[in-house]
């Protein structure tokens, strides 16, 4: 078995690698490499969540197993996550009658003897896991459970760094887009259906939509949605004492329930739609409310932050847009009455 010294050389490896030019993909096969080689195991595979909250794990990273075994993994990795959280490991020592695995056979075609199953953690949550497989049986050592736990914290490492840059990229392009959009025309429901897809996708979020309050500011009307059925949307009017107030005095709104809690209109018809929580952010013109910004999430969700931030950020574009727009419209009602009176003055000669 490798010494205590091979383990550290090894995470300096690792560690090494994240200061180089190497891509998401080229980090997690070395992870996966490096603890095959380190533990003498047959094989390894890191599982990840597919999408936030999603109930699939998939393989995202793996050495030594055939694609028939893999495709009938992911259900398993995902129960194996379950139980990390209550112990913060998995050690089977014969995976060919062990209960808390299934597929014996197909553990005992593939040559697997022992696994052990460590967690992938972001954020303190488990989004995948990370699992070494020897071909014949072993109990595993605290010294190689904590090594293996630090190969998969490496692996979260590398997940989550390619998700922000990912994320700083997806808000770039939408920024970009929406000011291209914003000089280009004066076109407000393109610039509105621009923003409630863009915000939905790069927030990974079922649906948005964008509402603005009527004349009278009694009822928000509907400008733009991305995600939302029909059926939703013509469920009646939304009233802006009834529909998440605080959004409509300024402030960022987060519901984390959406079916029960308080200041939540047509809670029924949100069930239905398969609506769990929701963001609501003020738009503004000037230091006027002018209407809401809105991300409908379809799992229960936290929204950070940042996520605030960002999401108050493009309600502020958006604003800005209905400025722009308005402005313009004036002016050319102004062009319009100046190119009158010096047609009408023209007609004094």
Known sequence: MPEKESYFL????????????????????????????????KAACLFLQEERDSPFFIA??????????????????????????????????????????????????????????VPVIVKDKVIGVLSLYTSKKRTFSENEISFLTALAEQGGMAIEHARLVEQIRKNTELFH??????????????????MTEGVARAFGVKAASVRLLDDEKKTLQLISSYGLSERYLNKGPVYAEK?????????????????????????N?????????????????????????????????????????????????????????????MLQEDLKDLKQDIWSHRSWF
């Open 60 to 117: 995202l990273a793996q050495k030594g197993l055939s694609k028939h075994y893999l495709h009938a993994e992911p259900k398993e990795a995902k129960r194996a996550a379950k139980e990390i959280l209550h112990k913060g490991f998995i050690a089977i020592h014969d995976a060919t009658t062990d209960s808390r695995v299934s597929n014996h056979a197909l553990k005992k075609k593939e040559g697997i003897a022992s696994i052990l199953v």
């Open 10 to 41: 090894t995470i300096c490896k690792v560690s090494r690698a994240f200061g180089t030019t190497l891509e998401k993909d080229d980090l997690l096969d070395l992870i996966v490499q490096s603890a095959i080689d380190t533990m003498d195991g």
């Open 177 to 194: 887009k929406l000011a291209v959009s914003m000089n280009d025309k004066l076109d407000l429901k393109h610039i509105m259906e621009i």
């Open 243 to 267: 529909s998440i107030s605080d959004a409509l005095k300024g402030k960022v709104c987060a519901i984390d329930d959406a079916c029960t809690a308080e200041g939540v209109q047509y809670k």
């Open 269 to 329: 018809e949100k069930k239905d739609e398969g609506i769990a929580s929701i963001l609501s952010v003020p738009i503004k013109a000037g230091d006027e409310v002018i209407g809401v910004l809105r991300l409908y999430s379809g799992t229960p969700r936290e929204f950070t932050e940042d996520e605030s931030m960002f999401a108050a950020a493009l309600a502020q574009q958006g604003g800005l847009a209905i400025q722009n727009a308005s402005c313009m419209l």
